[in-house]
């Protein structure tokens, strides 16, 4: 009885979320990088220092992060059912 119910509102609410999709604009269209081809770097000095960050980054997280603090056990569900 729970789930059919469950169901129901998702089937009512997909309308809903089919008009805000076609309302809303298109994600690629809030990015600048479709036509951006006038950086004022060579490429290749952004590709080697996309990676440089990209290699610090993760070099800082193992050294800075080394233990998870979202398995510690002390969490509680949401009402509702929702934390299932």
């Known amino acids: ?6 169901g129901n ?3 009512a ?3 809903l979320a089919l008009a ?4 809303s604009p298109a994600p690629a269209s809030a990015h600048g990088l479709v036509g951006r081809s006038d950086l ?3 490429e290749w000095l952004f590709g080697w220092g996309a ?3 990209l290699i610090v980054s993760f070099v800082a997280l193992a050294l800075l992060g080394p233990r998870p603090r979202l398995g510690s056990g002390e969490w ?3 009402p509702g059912g929702w934390g299932r």
């Open 1 to 6: 009885m729970r789930a059919s119910r469950r």
């Open 9 to 11: 509102r998702m089937i």
């Open 13 to 15: 609410a997909l309308p």
């Open 20 to 23: 805000v999709a076609a309302l």
């Open 40 to 42: 004022p770097i060579p």
């Open 51 to 53: 990676a440089l960050v």
């Open 76 to 78: 509680r569900p949401l």
